[in-house]
């Protein structure tokens, strides 16, 4: 196998299942998650399911610009390019297009992504008496999958928007995990990915790189315990300044993320 970190189309000339299957590889345990995410200006949400092991954990959550936040773990079901979730409160269609794949060494194991943004999502979403029809390039989805160290932290924003000249943009920007000098660090510009460099987040999370981050909520959990610890944090809000690659933003929405775990 060639040497990792390797990013695009030759991922799929490594050899490797992907995503992998095994739940075991050199002692660690097989992670894997499929998260979806949907950013506008009215709502946001997310709707992921993660497995550590055979075990899954599910959630979901709807982000308001006026601070409210609704989540719950009940009839979350991701099957092909279909989300459904909080009983039929979110109900979406996925136009899944090529995705950004990086395969990158994590000791003496390895670790796998696809990103996709922006991707096209149809379907409507109820939350807190109101409604909302769904019909734009405003989903990003992440599928990812590995056997990470014990310890894993990093820092992560996703988001879409618009350029001051028009051009629709999404972003994918990481400190932590896929993060070398071949990285999942990525910019699309009018559906093109962009491969950038690295930026620096800021340790509250109201800055990456040249970007700045109004929050409107945030979804979080701390958990410790003798053999488990996960400290994680995900705020949703607006985004302006500027991407990597002097792309000034007319408009942002996504998220910022640290997480910490012992896994």
């Known amino acids: 196998m060639r040497e990792l970190p390797v990013r695009g189309t030759d991922v ?7 995503p992998p299957t095994r739940l075991l590889h050199r002692g660690r345990l097989l992670k894997r998650w499929r998260y979806v995410g949907v950013y506008r200006p009215d709502m ?20 308001l610009p006026d ?37 990158s060494p994590d000791g003496r194991a390895w670790v796998w992504t696809r990103k996709q ?4 999502v149809r379907g409507s979403v109820r939350a807190g008496g109101e409604s909302f029809e769904l019909d734009g390039d405003d989903a990003f989805i992440d599928d990812s ?15 879409v928007g618009r350029t001051d000249d028009g051009r629709r943009v999404a972003w994918n920007l990481v400190d932590g995990v896929h993060d070398g000098v071949t990285s999942e ?3 699309w510009v009018d559906g093109e990915p962009r491969e950038v460099p690295a ?65």
């Open 44 to 63: 946001m949400l997310c709707v992921a399911v993660a497995r550590v092991g055979g075990v899954p954990q599910r959630w979901w959550a709807v982000a």
């Open 185 to 187: 660090r990525t910019v």
């Open 117 to 120: 943004a922006p991707v096209r």
């Open 145 to 159: 999958a590995g056997y990470h160290a014990h310890h894993t932290a990093w820092r992560w924003s996703a988001g």
């Open 199 to 263: 930026q620096e987040f800021a340790a509250d999370l109201s800055r990456v790189g040249g970007l700045e981050f109004r929050e409107w909520s945030a979804r979080e959990f701390h958990i410790n315990l003798l053999v488990m610890r996960n400290h994680y944090r995900q705020p949703f809000g607006e985004f302006s300044g500027e991407l990597p690659g002097g792309l000034r933003l007319a408009e942002g929405y996504g998220v910022m993320e640290e997480h910490d775990v012992l896994w």
């Open 67 to 103: 601070g409210t936040l609704f989540e719950g773990r009940r009839g979350v079901a991701l099957d092909g390019n279909r989300v459904r979730a909080g009983d039929g409160a979110i109900d979406l269609e996925l136009d899944e297009r090529a995705g950004v794949e990086v395969v």
């Open 12 to 18: 799929r000339e490594l050899g490797l299942a992907l």
